[in-house]
């Protein structure tokens, strides 16, 4: 593995490998990697499993500590892919509050950010012929 980054990379069961892929993985192609599931009802309207996570977005936490809490996405972090949510914090010792920063793939998307006009085009664009109309039969 002398190369830093490869588009046409498969993949290895080593995970050593694994790992140096993803952390060679370029900042506009990470933002595909960072994202999470969709509710069962945004899966309906969209004909989406999956989105990428953006600022603004509702999540709720599937696993962990703070399972089943919810709270907007505050912050974004592609270099590290992890998320940061409002009002989802740790005390430290100190008596001090800290972000927690979760896994992606820990979240489910409940309401997407309705301000990003572009990113629900893109999504209407993709969307498949017959889902569209069934939506405009809907309306």
Same mark, same amino acid.
């Given at each position: 593995?002398?190369?830093?980054?490869?588009?046409?990379?498969?993949?290895?069961?080593?995970?050593?490998?694994?790992?140096?892929?993803?952390?060679?993985?370029p900042l506009h192609l990470k933002n595909?990697?960072?994202?999470?599931?969709?509710?069962?009802?945004?899966?309906?309207?969209?004909?989406?499993?999956?989105?990428?996570?953006?600022?603004?977005?509702?999540?709720?936490?599937?696993?962990?500590?703070?399972?089943?809490?919810?709270?907007?996405?505050?912050?974004?972090?592609?270099?590290?892919?992890?998320? %940061? &949510? *409002?009002?989802?914090?740790?005390? /430290? +010792?100190?008596?001090?509050?800290?972000?927690? !920063? #979760?896994? =992606?793939?820990?979240?489910? %998307? &409940? *309401?997407?950010?309705?301000?990003? /006009? +572009?990113?629900?085009?893109?999504?209407?664009? !993709? #969307?498949? =012929?017959?889902?569209?109309?069934?939506?405009k039969n809907a309306s």
């Open positions: 593995m002398k190369q830093k980054f490869n588009k046409n990379w498969k993949s290895s069961k080593q995970p050593r490998k694994q790992r140096k892929y993803s952390a060679n993985t595909k990697a960072i994202s999470a599931n969709l509710s069962k009802e945004l899966r309906k309207k969209h004909g989406r499993r999956s989105l990428p996570l953006r600022k603004g977005d509702r999540v709720m936490i599937m696993t962990g500590k703070f399972r089943k809490k919810e709270g907007k996405i505050t912050k974004v972090l592609l270099k590290t892919s992890k998320i %940061i &949510i *409002e009002g989802i914090q740790i005390k /430290k +010792k100190d008596g001090s509050k800290v972000d927690i !920063k #979760m896994e =992606p793939s820990n979240l489910r %998307i &409940i *309401e997407l950010n309705s301000e990003d /006009k +572009k990113r629900l085009k893109n999504r209407e664009k !993709k #969307m498949k =012929p017959e889902k569209k109309q069934e939506e």
